[in-house]
Nanobody, 124 residues
Framework: QVQLVESGGGSVQAGGSLALSCGAS????????MGWFRQAPGKAREGVAA????????FYTDSVKGRFTASQDNAGNTLVLQMNSLKSEDTGMYYC?????????????????WGQGTQVTVSS
C-alpha cells in the first residue's frame, strides 16, 4: 500500500507562482513513477506532469510546458510541482498519483494510488 499526501495549494493572482508537494510513504520505490493530475469543476481529471525516477524521464501536458516543473528528492519520497506564470485555467484540485501501470501517462486509469488533493485557485 502507498499513501500520498499533497500540500502547498492556495490562492494566487494570475502570473504568480505556487509549489505543490506530495509526500509518499509505504511500498514505493525511488524508481517508481509519480504524477500530478488536476480536475476543474465539471471537467475530467487530466494529467499535468509525471516523473519517473529510474529513467529521469519527465512528461508534461502541453498547456503547462515551460511554466511547470516536476522534481523529486533523492529518496524518491517527495514529488514537487513548481508552478510559475499561473493562469486562471490552471485552477482546480491537484492530485498526486503513484504507481503508473504504463501506457498513456496522462490517463488517470493508468495509475493505482491517489492522494486526497490540494486546491489551487488562480484569479485573474
Amino acid at each position: 500500500q502507498v499513501q500520498l499526501v499533497e500540500s502547498g495549494g492556495g490562492s494566487v493572482q494570475a502570473g504568480g507562482s505556487l509549489a505543490l508537494s506530495c509526500g509518499a510513504s509505504g511500498n514505493i520505490r525511488s524508481s517508481d513513477c509519480m504524477g500530478w493530475f488536476r480536475q476543474a469543476p465539471g471537467k475530467a481529471r487530466e494529467g499535468v506532469a509525471a516523473l519517473c525516477g529510474i529513467s529521469g524521464s519527465t512528461f508534461y501536458t502541453d498547456s503547462v510546458k515551460g511554466r511547470f516543473t516536476a522534481s523529486q528528492d533523492n529518496a524518491g519520497n517527495t514529488l514537487v510541482l513548481q508552478m510559475n506564470s499561473l493562469k486562471s485555467e490552471d485552477t482546480g484540485m491537484y492530485y498526486c498519483a503513484g504507481l503508473w501501470y504504463g501506457g498513456r501517462w496522462h490517463d488517470p486509469n493508468r495509475w493505482k494510488f491517489w492522494g486526497q488533493g490540494t486546491q489551487v485557485t488562480v484569479s485573474s
